[in-house]
């Protein structure tokens, strides 16, 4: 952790920033604090949620402290497209999302978790399949935003990287813990005005400070061909590829996008979304564009290391009270995204633990949901500072994890569509998925000969499967077909043959493909439909101590009766009833 | 790409983001203002 000696902060100032920031944040989550929660409430907020707290929120979550630094790496490393090759694809895992979630609230209007949903429409095994990726992915997610707070400090202070972290972590608890989500979307806005406004503000100064536009000149001769090329195939290739078959895998995989969705009211979640894209895509862009304006510099981080590169700048080209700025945008950023990751958790273990498998629908009760929440938060909380002070190399996990959301994509989608997908399809397609993809993402098997044509088939097959799904959304099935059976052709004379080399995204593409493949052919013959009616009766609120879960008895979502039972007389779902 | 379109491409991002945050801001002056008048929650 080499520090950067130009513009270091004190340790009384540091701390003086953390206090306002943190303190700041948990008088705000105070204002709506209430002496008893409801569990509802605590998860997702009553479902009828504005558009300017939601589309913040969603904004505000999907922008983490990673995404910053590595959209100025990629800016940096392949010049002027690179941070169009992140921040774009991170975008777009927003909006492809949305005409999804339309579908999902549609079916489940009251639910809490996609994990709940997949219990009410298939069963155990696929619930406990999604939940179990989630909870994974959001403890990562969340040491990963510890980390980032603890180098944070430590580079532009006198602390040392644990104290850091512990800062963080201890902030982080303090607004969250007490009204969960509720606190998260609030405390969210307000966050993400202060990053939105920084952006704002900073990247044109650091722009000017640095002697631009002249230096586009200057040093020009800085720059390769292919990273002064605004079509790079560099950047493409090895940036946006692997980003656009991530785009649905991680939108379906994160449960902080989920919950916002079922928080959000029904009628906004469009214009919500295509905020969010927009928000998120010119902020993370905006400050890539810090890295290409280090390319033109010359700029070398302490150290070669490109995680130095934004705060480097920050420090060498802004006056103190912008630095101070600067650094309450990244410490915003971090804390935004993991009090959405502890609130992830905590509903994941009150709704899909405790509440369907542990004690049941019918016997949960709304005070034990509540104690489970705020255990959860407490230990996911000490569990990611003790992974964040061991500093382990979270990438394996992270590409498992990714490439598990990869499996789940096309079961989990179809399952709100396709009336034949069945449990064992869903749980036998992702498991085949993940066997597949093991050994072409580690490389346990050579690809010599037909084993590498064969992934290649699987691969192309995956690009289709991607494309697809994405045309789906917005133009439906027909639309779909045609440009899955046409991208996967366009693609398969390049791809055949080569794609193998590429162990990221041919290990995603085959989990795409193979999972695809397995329950489309296990779902197709089978003669059972299921009635997505029962989804909307299998999942509800838990606590009926307040009618919306906000206090405000009487309050839109109580036009929408708690619904007690399935209504068919059967307490467990089962794969297709109808 | 010229000195000004290099400029134009970089700069515009900060912009965006500015009407991003004006939105937002509004949207939620005016949920707030509305919670306010009717004597609920905001949240």
Known sequence: MDGVETAQFGAVVVLGLLVLFYGGTFLISTRIGKRKENADGYMTAGHNIGFGISAASMTATWIWASSMYASATSGYTYGISGPIHYGLWGALMILFIYPFGKRIRAVAPKAHTLAEVMYA????????????????????????????????????????????????AAGVLLYTLWSGFRASVLTDFVQVVAMLGAVAVLVPVIFFAAGFPAAFETGAANLTAQQGDFFSSDAFMNQGAPYIAAVLAYAIGNQTIAQRLFAVRQDLIKPTFVTATVGYGAMVIGVGMLGVLALYLGFEPTGGDVNNLIPEMAADYLPPVLLAVFFLMIVGALSSTADSDLSALSSIMMADVYGQNVAGKEKANPKTMLLVGRITMVVATAAAVAFASLQLNILDLLVFVGALWGALVFPVLASFYWDKVTNKAFTTSVIAAL??????????????????????????????????LMVFGFLGLRAAKITGVLSAAAAAPFAIGSLHEYATLSGSLVAYSVSTVICWAMSAGSGERFDFALIARRTGDFDDGDTDGTGNAGGAAAAVPRQTGDGDGEPEPAGSTK | MSTI?????????????????????????????????????LI
């Open chain 1, 121 to 168: 429409r298939h069963g155990r095994s696929s619930q406990l399949m999604l939940a179990g990726s989630n909870l994974v992915g959001s403890l990562i997610s969340l040491m990963s935003n510890f980390i980032a707070g603890g180098v944070l400090i430590s580079m532009l202070s006198p602390l040392n990287f644990i104290q850091g972290v512990f800062a963080v």
């Open chain 1, 435 to 468: 066997a597949v993809f093991l050994p072409v993402r580690f490389g346990w098997i050579p690809m010599d000969g037909v084993t590498g044509i064969a992934v290649d088939v699987l691969s192309v097959i995956g690009i289709g499967v991607v494309l697809g």
């Open chain 2, 5 to 41: 379109a290099l400029s134009t491409y970089i700069l515009i991002w900060p912009v965006i983001v500015a009407v991003v945050l004006f939105v937002v801001g509004r949207a939620f002056y005016c949920e707030w203002a509305e919670a306010r008048r009717d004597g609920r929650s």
